[in-house]
């Protein structure tokens, strides 16, 4: 074939392969929503509870969006049609026993694809924006304040119902689980807390075990109820007059009080308050490290994710592409043996660029496969040519008279 014929052969199977797209795509826009949610769930996943959302600038660009969705969803699906017409375009040039390959390319190219797209969103993206998204340090103490603060609601449940020795167990539980290492004190503080914040807090906690305590312990000493009540109400017009050391002093005098309701449990009623100070501090605290919030628009997490993941297919492709590459006669195992050294290098260095994190692990995730997958390419260049040497010997054979 000509220079001419070889561009009009190129020029149909694009045609082809635009024509695949652009049906699929349109099929896909159908089912664009769902779609935009399934490939978004590790990004959201890594985000606090409250603010798993993302947000959009313009008034067209969900639209957008998800129209890019449909078009990258068309892509992905014609990825057998695309292989398909890749070995029509090589296979003119091949011999016919080596066109018999057709079939097992279009299906394993296709897998390959398939493998890539999920490691990268079932392994590599997790980890990944959990890194990006979230501080260790951060998520530690949250993971401890959200136990303790279920545990300290069930201490509050047992004061309801007058058990109050089980109240004081769980709460010691509690506490002693929300501290680093058990002895009383929480980490220190990279950030210094709000006041306010804790202050609110610590109203907060005082409230719930004054209603626990009423119902469950307080039908004798309803004076002694009263007068704790009284001691909140002088905590609370202190914090609105920002007089936060009067403040905590109302309430642990509202506390002391309440111990004074059931005299034989006072340190199982202290130990919950104790607790629920400590909660309070806790969530200071926390709020003050996470002065920093996430904001993500749709448009640049779906057009990350989907970079990821079609950087992660075209990888697993590299085999599949290096053993065309050694039927067709292009590259040779000798050549790649000898700069196998420089390939290792080239996939670091293409690792680091496309990995949007600087750590070990993530770099790690897009490395390894990388260099596992031109290995398993090198291997494979390497034995179609010893087949095709073994071949090449057996017919320059001369039969025995």
Known sequence: MSLVEHLTELRS????????????????????????GMLMRPVLDALPPEGRSL????????????????????????TPVILWQIWGFVSPGLYPEERRYASPFVVLGSVAFLTGAMFCYFVVLPSMFKFLLNEEDTMALEERLDTAKLTADDALRFLRVGDAERAGQLAKQASTALTAAGDGQLDAPQVVP??????????EGLGKLVDAVASGLGSQARG???????????????????????AATAMDASASLLAGVAPTHSEELAGVWKLEKELAEGHARNQAERWTRPMLTMDEQLSLVLLLILAF???????????????????????????????????LIAAAVITPT????????????????????VLAVWLIEKRRSKAAATTDIAPVP
């Not at 709000?194 to 109203?203: D, F, K, Y």
């Open 13 to 36: 199977r694009l045609f082809k392969c635009t024509i695949a797209v652009f049906v699929l795509g349109t099929v896909s826009l159908v089912f664009a929503k769902p779609i935009f």
């Open 55 to 78: 947000i959009y600038t313009s008034g067209i660009e969900e639209i957008n969006v998800l129209m890019k969705v449909g078009v990258y969803c068309g892509i992905f699906l014609t």
């Open 194 to 203: 709000s006041a306010s914040v804790e202050m609110a807090a610590r109203l």
């Open 224 to 246: 002694v109820l009263k007068q704790a009540v009284e001691k909140r109400v002088e905590a609370v017009e202190a914090f609105g007059k920002k007089d936060f050391v009067a």
């Open 313 to 347: 297919g075209i990888i697993f492709e590299m085999p599949l592409v290096m053993a065309v590459l050694g039927i067709v006669g292009v590259v040779q195992s000798r050549w790649l043996f000898r700069y196998q050294r420089h390939a290792f290098v080239v996939c």
């Open 358 to 377: 600087g750590d070990v692990v993530n770099l790690s995730l897009m490395a390894g496969p990388m260099l596992m997958c031109y290995e398993l390419g």
